[in-house]
């Protein structure tokens, strides 16, 4: 009788589940130089990024540091100087409904309601379903965000809040599998940001989309991500350091604020960012 060890069995399975998760998205020795009238200048330097499906990856760093020309190559707006980036193993050339980016400004198109925002988006990467399953997807959507009410009213008709959960849904009805978010609360007031950030919570987790996110506000890279990532500054800029962040979800404000670790983490970052980090200007 033949014995299987079914402890290691198990284990080899889990790395190897483990190792294709980490694989989802995967940057790799990402570089990206413009040239210009004084020679080449290099906005990001060998960066190397592995995330997994289904996570949440905040990216913090000073101004120029290339967050967003990093974040634009995984979209496809822009492509490495030297490198790859890769989703599911396919380098990322160009732009797809299997990515989709949200940006700080809304990009709305002014004169379409509400409801045409979204269901252009549905109509543009959904051809051949039928108008009715494209106006229930998008129906569908604006329900997520609270926004059915809103659903004729055109984007200046609307708050900044109203405007910035028209882009998440829009972005959430073509079903993509990384979510792209540019500094999206960046411009709203401290308590539309705060509901904005649980509605995303909310959402991230009913849908579990990987999510990439520009901050430049650790409070809410701590409150909203499985990781964060610290860039240095540029030019040149690299990923200077991880943090895990190690808090349980579903996740309350309060009580991750009334965790001394929540603090140790802060000041960690802020330390990174304002003292390791800190512009020259600073140092004067």
Known sequence: ????????????????????????????????????????????????????????????????????????????????????????????????PDRMMVFQNY?????????????????????????????????????MVGLMEAADKKPSQISGGMKQRVAIARALSIRPQVLILDEPFGALDAITKEELQEELLQIWREHQVTVLMITHDIDEALFLSDRLVMMTNGPAAKIGEVLTIPFARPRNRRRIMENPEYYSLRNYALDFLYRRCAHAEEYK
């Open 1 to 96: 009788m033949r014995t299987v060890n079914r402890t290691g069995t198990n284990t080899q399975i889990n790395q190897l589940q483990s190792q294709k998760a980490e694989d989802f998205l995967v940057i790799e020795g990402v570089s990206k130089i413009y040239p210009t009238p004084d020679g080449p200048y290099t906005v990001i330097d060998g960066v190397d990024l592995k995330v997994r499906e289904g996570e949440f990856v905040c990216i913090i760093g000073h101004s120029g540091c290339g967050k967003s020309t990093l974040l634009n190559m995984v979209s496809g707006f822009n492509t490495p100087t030297e490198g790859v980036v890769c989703l599911q193993n396919k380098p990322i050339t160009e732009p797809g």
């Open 107 to 143: 990009c709305l198109l002014p004169w379409l309601s509400v409801f045409d925002n979204v269901y252009l988006a549905v109509d543009s990467v959904f051809p051949k379903k039928t108008r009715a399953e494209k106006r229930a997807i998008a129906r569908e959507h604006l329900a």
